[in-house]
Nanobody, 120 residues
């Protein structure tokens, strides 16, 4: 059984910074990639940033230059450093992992989500 536990959300004023983290636990054999998604009220869930275990990253255009995703493979933890936050960044942020376990080949797993609020 795989668990993704997120932390670090909260309320921050526009222009401020927040850091999210997501730790994966369970009978994990290999991590292919870890990602952050977000879902704002009334909108579809969208990809924010992805990082492979080799360190290759990909960002949504809306966050390029402001957000940085990193991974600690030993701790099976992914981080999202968010700078210069805007009200449009307000959403529930979800951690996603593409990984394999002893019983299951590569599959996607989701965290429970953490709220990030940037008031107008």
């Amino acid at each position: 059984q795989v668990q993704l536990v997120e932390s670090g959300g909260g309320l921050v004023q526009a222009g401020g910074s927040l850091s999210l983290s997501c730790a994966a636990s369970g009978s994990i054999v290999s991590i292919g990639s870890m990602s952050w998604y977000r879902q704002a009220p009334g909108k579809q869930r969208e990809s924010v940033a992805t990082i492979t275990s080799a360190g290759t990253t990909n960002y949504a255009d809306s966050v390029k230059g402001r957000f940085t995703i990193t991974i600690d493979n030993a701790r099976k933890t992914v981080f999202l450093q968010m700078n210069s936050l805007k009200p449009d960044d307000t959403a529930v942020y979800y951690c996603n992992a593409y990984l394999s376990t002893f019983r299951i080949s590569y599959s996607q797993y989701w965290g429970q989500g953490t709220q990030v609020t940037v008031p107008l």
